[in-house]
Each structure stands twice: as structure tokens, then as C-alpha cells.
């Protein structure tokens, strides 16, 4: 029996593009994985200055 709709085609079609998609959603987790790391350094990075300069301005402070 010949498909007259053409769904054989447009299965390939979506098969494919979907593989497509799915090779790009990866890639963005990948990115998006390597992101939430670096804003985890910088919060860390921003604690420890933020600490270092409220010991600092409290020992001046203290000094006046």
C-alpha cells in the first residue's frame, strides 16, 4: 500500500529534526551547567570580599 499523505517522508523529517533538537537542548544544558558554576564561584568570591572588607572597617572602627 502507497502512502498518499506522504507520512513516510514527513516522519524522516521530524525524526531528524528532533534528534536535531535534542543535540541542541544538550549542548545548552552543558552551557547553562558550566554557568551556574561560575556564578557559584562569584557568590563565594563576593562573600569573602564582602567579609574581608566588614572585618577591615570594623578594626578601623574600633581604632577611632
Do not use: C, P
Request: no cysteine.
Amino acid at each position: 500500500m502507497s502512502d498518499e499523505n506522504g507520512w513516510d517522508v514527513n516522519k524522516n523529517l521530524i525524526r531528524y529534526q528532533l534528534k536535531h533538537m535534542n543535540k541542541s537542548l544538550e549542548q545548552i544544558n552543558k552551557r547553562l551547567a558550566k554557568i551556574e558554576n561560575k556564578i557559584w564561584i562569584l557568590q563565594i568570591k563576593a562573600a569573602g570580599i564582602g567579609g574581608f572588607v566588614a572585618l577591615v572597617t570594623s578594626y578601623i572602627m574600633g581604632k577611632s
